[in-house]
């Protein structure tokens, strides 16, 4: 090579570092050799090798929520970009950045099924915001480029680039592309005094926030003016870091299981300001908590893409722009707003609602969260995969300052273990716990393995009772007493993760909970606490016995 000819894999590499990229996930794969041989001289990149794609790209979304710029993760053709195709799937429903590379067959080889051969961009394009193939080495920094702004502007979401083997070794001169920034969206001051003037002029307002391009400083903005005023807050399903849940206006979260007193306000409200969620099918209860045409509702929902607006629901006043940009306006709007009392007293109500009571299970998953609460710090990050042990969370937790929680949207089981990785990673100083059930846990939990290779610092809690919790619950409701399909096997996890080079213990009672959990506290390292539940208590709100009488009723 001349001094000003580079392989495609190191011109990717370098323009990965020039957009700020400080962190790759990958499982390895002969089809990107050259990048991965282009690694091997940028200190710049930390390296994270994990032991299934579904795994890599669990880590690069949760990064990317945290980041706010694009998660990046690297794998290989065929099983290796369909083991990811999860993480891209979560990443475009929760409205997160994620850039994932797919090494490709060589371009002489296309289109006759070669070795583990995927069409990649037909295959991703309906779960992606942009899914190609690049062809041409030198045209590596503008796909690059382009991926990073197309992850990030307006709503975020995941971008696929498939890489051709033999483009990764053409030696070629190539211009690198600068550092992309998302467009600034300015919210409409006139559209803002005109909302100024609907919560003037209203009774019962409420907030629904957080979601796509959701950050600190908009949960740091939103919070101070909703406090100003008054207004009670609400936060979309797996959104509850949107504001601290100790500000005085915290209302709640909506999705499975809400507070039916939360759930009447809703139904209640006059105004509903939806600041940043897609009011999606979890957040409104099936599109019946919110209709999409509320009538005696007015609906005001600001979003930073201007496709979702009038999307499913009729919008009053849509407002696109930014989310810190509307909450820092909002928040410094000169306004005659007379304080409303109802903030003050949604937060009391979900006070009451988020205090756990015995529930006279023999492992009481509610005392055991609030165990938790009194010994961790309010910054701790939580991330949970799918299941019902999920709801003693949402329910009991009391997420502290954006981002403290870390969950899938899209209902994705195996995401809470990668998640807790990636935090642990890019904070290392905060304290990272991620619950996680039985069939939850062992759909990703050899990313254990990941963790105590890197060096990671952090608390899972594997609730066992035996079944596919949220399952067997819908399976209860339809046909009672009928199990089928639901129970599980399931090995020793404390054993298990002792495997891995972790420390773990085995707790059976409520009363043994606090102890093991302070002997876990004064470790260091990958901690696991295997907690041995009934599956008679399906979730915070019902039981086996319950579902099955109202059944025969």
């Known amino acids: 090579m001349t001094a000003n000819l580079r392989s495609g894999g190191r011109i990717l590499v370098d323009n990965l570092v020039a957009q700020g990229c400080d962190r790759i996930f990958t499982v390895p794969g002969e089809s990107f050799l050259a990048v991965l ?67 490709d067959v060589a ?53 696929v680039l498939a890489l051709p083997e033999d483009m990764l070794r053409d030696a070629v001169e190539a211009a690198d592309r600068p550092r992309v920034a998302p467009p600034v969206q300015t919210p409409d001051p006139m559209a803002v005094a005109t909302l100024v003037d609907l919560i003037k002029d209203a009774c019962a307002p409420v907030a629904i926030v957080g979601g796509a391009g959701w950050d600190a400083g908009a949960a740091h903005h939103f919070a101070e003016f ?11 399903f797996r959104r509850q870091d949107a504001i601290p849940s100790m500000s005085p206006v915290y209302a709640g979260n909506l999705g499975y299981g809400p507070n039916p007193k939360l759930v009447q306000r809703i139904r209640d409200a006059d105004l509903l300001l939806v600041v940043g969620p897609r009011l999606g099918e979890a957040t409104t209860d099936g599109y019946t908590l919110i209709a999409p045409d509320h009538p005696d509702q007015t609906l005001v929902h600001v979003h930073p893409d201007p496709n979702e607006l009038n999307r ?13 940009e509307f909450a820092e306006l909002l ?18 109500e979900w006070l009451a609602w988020s205090d756990p009571q015995p529930s006279g299970a023999a492992l009481d998953l509610g005392l055991c969260v609030k165990a ?3 010994r961790l710090p309010p910054d701790a990050i939580v991330c949970n995969g799918a299941g019902n ?62 963790a105590v290779r890197h060096g990671a610092d952090m608390l899972v809690l594997v609730i066992d009772n035996g079944s596919y919790g949220t399952i067997r619950m819908h399976q209860e409701r339809d046909y009672p007493a009928r199990v089928s399909g639901t129970d599980l096997t399931n090995p020793d996890f404390a054993a298990l993760a002792r495997a891995y080079g972790a420390w773990a213990e085995t707790v059976a009672t409520t009363d043994a909970f606090a102890p093991a959990l302070d002997r876990a506290l004064a470790e260091r390292g990958v901690r696991l606490l295997h907690l041995k539940t009934d599956v008679e208590h399906l979730s915070h709100a019902t039981t086996v016995t319950r579902l099955r009488g109202r059944a025969r009723r």
């Open 37 to 103: 041989d282009a690694l091997h001289d940028t200190p710049a990149i930390d390296l994270v090798v994990c032991r299934q794609e579904g795994g890599a790209a669990y880590m690069a979304e949760a990064d990317g929520k945290v980041t706010g710029r694009p998660g990046i993760a690297f794998v290989t053709r065929g099983p290796g970009a369909t083991n990811a195709a999860i993480g891209v799937h979560t990443a475009f429903q929760d409205s997160t950045p994620m850039i994932l590379f797919i090494g």
């Open 107 to 159: 371009r002489g080889d296309r289109d006759r099924e070669a070795f583990q051969e995927i069409d990649f961009a037909a295959m991703f394009r309906p779960l992606a915001k942009w899914a190609a193939r690049i062809d041409e080495a030198a045209r590596i920094p503008e796909y690059v480029a382009r991926a990073y702004a197309t992850a990030m502007a307006g709503r975020p979401g995941p971008v």
């Open 226 to 236: 909703a406090e100003r005023v008054g207004l009670p807050v609400a936060c979309a």
């Open 312 to 324: 499913v629901y009729r919008t009053c006043l849509p407002i696109c722009a930014d989310m810190r």
């Open 331 to 348: 928040s410094t709007w000169e306004d005659e707003i007379l304080s409303f009392s109802s903030g003050a007293e949604a937060h009391a």
């Open 372 to 374: 938790l609460r009194d």
């Open 389 to 450: 042990f999920s709801g003693w969370f949402h329910r009991y937790w009391r997420y502290g300052g954006y981002p403290t929680q870390l969950a899938p949207t899209n209902g994705s089981m195996g995401y809470g273990v990668p998640a807790a990785v990636a935090a642990n990673l890019r904070h290392p100083g905060r304290f990272v716990l991620s619950p996680a059930g039985d069939g939850d846990f062992l759909m990703n939990g050899q990313e254990l393995a990941t």
